[in-house]
């Protein structure tokens, strides 16, 4: 149940941003007993892997502080965001499915069920973070989307800490998540109906 919890908190924080859980879980299962990863997931503590992640992140973090440009990075991150958090989640609930040597087993074992579920979970949350971009950055001009951005990142770090070290608390996090997206998406149907 927990590691079902925390695979879901990171892949909802990949849908946010790809690189930040996958860096953290790399960086926690090196340096820090956080995190054990299964021997099929231990690349993602590699050092070249790491730094790899470090770059991608940079890149990242800086294309998605810039109007219109955060939008094509959305576009871009679409396949991306799913993909790390299939990942995310396939690695935190101990999946054997990077070096799949039977593939029999691997899909009558179930084991594809949990990178399927960081897909889904990642997918709905850069859903979201695509539609609502968008309006924020020209209910404000385009000025919202470095704070919006910088938010995202920050809410991206704090739920996979907290899926890693908490993760009860995942559940709270993906409510005010959508909470957040629905008063957004109210906000915008008021302005429409009023102006």
Request: with cysteine; proline share 4%; hydrophobic share 55%.
């Amino acid at each position: 149940m927990l590691e079902a919890l925390t695979g879901t908190g990171l892949a909802a924080s990949a849908g946010l941003n790809a690189y930040i859980p996958l860096l953290l879980v790399g960086l926690l299962g090196r340096y820090t007993d956080l995190i054990t990863l299964p021997q099929s997931w231990s690349w993602l503590s590699n050092g070249w892997v790491l730094v790899i992640l470090g770059v991608l992140l940079l890149i990242e973090v800086v294309a998605d502080k810039v109007p219109v440009v955060d939008s094509v990075n959305d576009v871009v991150q679409t396949v991306v965001r799913p993909t790390a958090g299939g990942l995310a989640f396939g690695a935190a609930s101990t999946s054997e499915t990077v070096s799949v040597q039977d593939p029999g087993s691997f899909f009558s074992g179930h084991q594809w069920v949990s990178i399927v579920l960081g897909i889904f979970v990642a997918l709905v949350v850069h859903g979201i973070k695509s539609l609502a971009r968008p309006l924020l950055n020209a209910m404000s001009i385009g000025v919202a989307a470095p704070v919006v951005s910088t938010a995202e990142d920050f809410t991206s770090v704090v739920m996979s800490l907290v899926a890693i070290i908490v993760p009860i608390l995942v559940l709270l996090c993906l409510a005010g998540l959508f909470v957040a997206a629905w008063w957004l998406l109210n906000r915008r149907r008021l302005r429409r109906t009023s102006g």
